[in-house]
């Protein structure tokens, strides 16, 4: 069983190479490919001139312990918000024989948000992009805290890093307004301070324009 769950993990470093296009929801295709996930590559890829702002909120809470995924996706009466959590990366105490890969499944909320609700999580994500350092450039260590935001707005495309010795991440304005949607019924893990590097940790690197990810180090 520690066999399966380290091979499902390893896989992970295919990742820097397989590109997402699809949901999040398939323990398979999201450790595949989770870094395109996190670099928002589909977004990116969608995101031309005329085409529907959308958004995807990462929360790294310490890779191994939990992750979290929004995705919002803006309209004409307001925004479509889908919501995924899971705690603990392969915890064997879940597995099961009929679902094997269920360690690794992410719960899933849907809700409908009003423009107003919308409004309240873009326009908190503007002020903390004009408060926080740049991103490009940065690296964001898995084990540590961090929300990595893509975004495609008015037709233009944008990777940002909000990590936690960088800015004051239990304050961001985006966050509140954002969990007010998420119904998985996962506790939010908040941030506490990590110091090191741990031995089984991965790195990611926000390129250079600010746009897209270097790779998995």
Avoid at 137 to 158: D, E, I, M, P, T
Wanted: hydrophobic share 45%.
């Amino acid at each position: 069983m520690r066999r399966f769950a380290f091979t499902a993990v390893a896989a992970l470093g295919l990742a820097a190479c397989t590109t997402f296009d699809g949901p999040a929801d398939n323990p398979v295709e999201r450790s595949l490919t989770w870094f395109s996930f996190v670099a928002g590559d589909d977004i990116r890829a969608a995101c031309m001139t005329g085409s529907p702002d959308q958004y995807r909120f990462v929360y790294n809470a310490v890779y191994e312990r939990q992750i979290r995924a929004y995705e919002l996706r803006l309209g004409a009466d307001g925004a479509e918000q889908t919501s995924r959590a899971r705690n603990k990366a392969g915890d064997v105490a879940n597995f099961q024989i009929r679902n094997p890969l269920g360690p690794w499944e992410l719960r899933r909320s849907d809700a409908q948000l009003t423009s107003v609700q919308a409004a309240e999580i873009v326009d908190g994500l503007a002020r903390d992009v004009a408060d926080a350092p740049a991103s490009a450039g940065q690296r964001l260590r898995s084990n540590k805290f961090y929300w990595a935001v893509a975004a495609c707005q008015s037709g233009s495309f944008r990777l940002h890093a909000f990590e936690q010795d960088r800015v004051a991440i239990k304050s961001l304005a985006f966050r509140g307004p954002l969990l007010a949607h998420d119904k998985t019924g996962i506790e939010f893990f908040e941030a506490e301070q990590i110091e090191g590097f741990a031995e089984n940790a991965f790195e990611i690197r926000i390129n250079r324009t600010g746009d897209g990810i270097v790779g998995l180090f």
